[in-house]
C-alpha cells in the first residue's frame, strides 16, 4: 500500500511504517520560510521603534523627557499586546480549522490573512488604526505552528520530529537575523510603510509555491506511534472536550502559557533594551540582535536534535524529550543577570549579548521539545488543535506579561529578567507532575463505580 493510498480514506492512519522520504526535508524547508516570514512581519513594528517617535500623527513627537516617554511606552504595549491577544483569539479557531480542512488548505489561507494584514500597515495613520492592523495580523499569524505541526506529524517519524521542528522553529531566529539588517535599510530609504510592504509581499510569494506544490499527494502515512494514539480521539462527540479531558493537554497548555511571554518579550523589547541601555540606534542595533538570534537558531536545531538522539541510543520518548527540556530549561537561568551588565561593563554590550544568546538558544530548544510532546501525545487529528490551545495559552499569558513589562520596565527591569529565568524550570515541573511518562496514552481518571 503506498503513503498516498493509505491517506485517502481521510483517517490517515495506516498499520504500517511508511518509507522515509527526501521529500519530508523539502516540507521542512516550506516550513522554515513560511515561520521566517511570519516572525519578520511580527516584527517590523518593534525594529521601526525609533521611527516611531518621529511620527507626529500618532502624538507621539516628543522631546525624551520621562513624562513623554511613559505616554509612548504604554502606547508601544497596548498596540503589541492588540496584536497577542488576537493572535491567542486566532490559535483556538485556527487550530480547528485545519484539523477539519487539512493542512495544505488551512494553511494557505492563513498566510493570505496575515500576508495581506503586513501590507496594511502601510495604511495606517493613527494609532487606533496600528491596534486595527496588528488585531488582523494576529488572528492570521495564529495559523503557522498548528499548521507546521501537523505537517512535521505527517511527514517526519517520531524520533525526528524534534529536530524537523527546531529546523523550521529556528525560522523565528532566521528573521531575527534578516529582519533587524534589511528593516532599517528599507525604512531609512524608503519609509516605513515600505518595511511592512517588503515583509507582507514575501508572503504571497510563498503562497504561490504552496498552493503549486502537491502536498497531499505526496505526503506519507501515517507512522506506527500516530496509530496507536488514534483511539483517544473518537470520531463523535466534542474534539474540544475530548482533548480537554487530558491532562497532556493541560501540560502543554500550561507550558507553552508559562514560557511563550518571554520570547514574546526577547522580540518585542530586546530592541528596545539595546537602544535604551546602550544608546545603539536604528543603524547599530543590527549587530547585537544578530549575534543572540544566530545563538538561538544552534539552540533550536540541537535542542530538538537532542531528545531524537537520545531516543536513537535506547531511551525512551518520555525520557528524550524531558532531558532535553531539562538542559534547556537550566541553560535559561543564567538570563537573570542581564540588568546587571550594563552597571559592571559600562556601555559594553558583549556581556549581556553572551547571556541572551544562551536564554534565547535555550528558549528554542525548549520549544521545539515542547512542540514535540503534542505529537507523542495525540494523534495527528488532534495534533493542530491542541497546538492551537497551547497557543492561545501562550498568547494570553503573553499580552498580559507583554503590559505588565510595558508598566514595570522602567523601573524594575530585574523583575523580567528574573521571571525569564525561572519559567522554563517552573513549566517542567508541572509538566511532570501532570504526565509522568510520555509515550503513552494519559486516560483520564475513571469515576468511582457504584456499589
Not at 295 to 320: E, K, T, W
Request: glycine share 10%; proline share 5%; hydrophobic share 50%.
Amino acid at each position: 500500500m503506498s503513503a498516498a493510498s493509505s491517506q485517502s480514506s481521510g483517517s490517515g492512519y495506516a498499520n504500517y511504517i511508511p518509507d522515509k522520504s527526501n521529500m519530508r526535508w523539502f516540507v521542512c524547508f516550506l516550513l522554515f520560510l513560511a515561520t521566517t516570514i511570519n516572525y519578520m512581519d511580527r516584527s517590523v513594528f518593534s525594529l521601526i521603534e525609533p521611527a516611531l517617535h518621529k511620527l507626529p500623527f500618532l502624538g507621539w513627537n516628543f522631546a525624551a523627557d520621562n513624562a513623554h516617554q511613559a505616554v509612548f511606552n504604554d502606547h508601544f504595549s497596548t498596540i503589541l499586546a492588540c496584536f497577542q491577544v488576537a493572535y491567542g483569539i486566532g490559535f483556538l479557531i485556527a487550530g480547528r480549522v485545519i484539523d477539519k480542512v487539512g493542512t495544505k488548505i488551512g494553511y494557505a489561507v492563513a498566510i493570505a490573512i496575515w500576508a495581506c494584514s503586513s501590507m496594511g500597515h502601510a495604511l495606517v495613520g493613527s494609532v487606533i488604526g496600528f491596534c486595527i492592523a496588528r488585531i488582523c495580523l494576529g488572528l492570521g499569524e495564529s495559523g503557522n505552528f498548528p499548521a507546521a505541526i501537523k505537517a512535521v506529524t505527517e511527514w517526519f517519524p517520531n524520533d525526528e520530529r524534534a529536530l524537523a521542528t527546531g529546523i523550521f522553529n529556528s525560522g523565528t531566529n532566521a528573521a531575527s537575523l534578516v529582519a533587524p539588517w534589511l528593516i532599517p535599510i528599507v525604512t531609512i530609504k524608503y519609509g516605513w510603510h515600505a518595511a511592512f510592504l517588503t515583509t507582507g509581499s514575501m508572503g504571497m510569494v510563498w503562497l504561490i509555491i504552496w498552493l503549486i506544490f502537491p502536498y497531499n499527494k505526496l505526503r506519507r502515512g501515517a507512522t506506527e506511534t500516530q496509530a496507536r494514539l488514534a483511539p483517544i480521539i473518537k470520531p463523535t462527540g466534542s474534539l474540544y472536550g475530548q482533548v480537554l479531558r487530558q491532562r497532556g493537554a493541560w501540560a502543554f497548555a500550561i507550558g507553552k502559557g508559562l514560557t511563550d511571554p518571554i520570547w514574546w518579550f526577547y522580540l518585542f523589547f530586546l530592541p528596545k533594551y539595546f537602544h535604551e541601555t546602550y544608546n545603539l540606534d536604528l543603524k547599530h542595533l543590527g549587530l547585537p540582535i544578530i549575534i543572540i538570534y544566530t545563538a538561538s537558531s544552534v539552540g533550536s536545531i540541537l535542542g530538538g536534535n537532542l531528545s531524537g538522539m537520545r531516543m536513537r541510543h535506547g531511551h525512551s520518548v518520555n525520557s528524550g524529550r524531558k532531558f532535553a527540556m531539562l538542559v534547556c530549561a537550566l541553560c535559561a537561568l543564567p538570563v537573570v543577570f542581564v540588568p546587571h551588565m550594563h552597571a559592571v561593563f559600562g556601555l559594553n554590550w558583549w556581556p549581556a549579548v553572551a547571556l541572551l544568546s544562551l536564554a534565547t538558544a535555550a528558549h528554542q530548544g525548549w520549544s521545539a521539545n515542547l512542540f514535540s510532546t503534542s505529537t507523542d501525545m495525540f494523534p495527528s487529528t488532534a495534533v493542530s488543535t491542541i497546538v492551537g490551545i497551547g497557543g492561545a495559552a501562550g498568547a494570553a499569558s503573553g499580552a498580559i506579561f507583554t503590559k505588565f513589562t510595558g508598566w514595570v520596565w522602567s523601573s524594575h527591569p530585574f523583575l523580567i529578567f528574573l521571571l525569564a529565568s525561572l519559567s522554563y524550570v517552573t513549566a517542567l515541573a508541572i509538566f511532570q507532575l501532570l504526565v509522568p511518562r510520555l509515550g503513552a496514552p494519559i486516560e483520564p481518571e475513571a469515576p468511582p463505580s457504584t456499589p
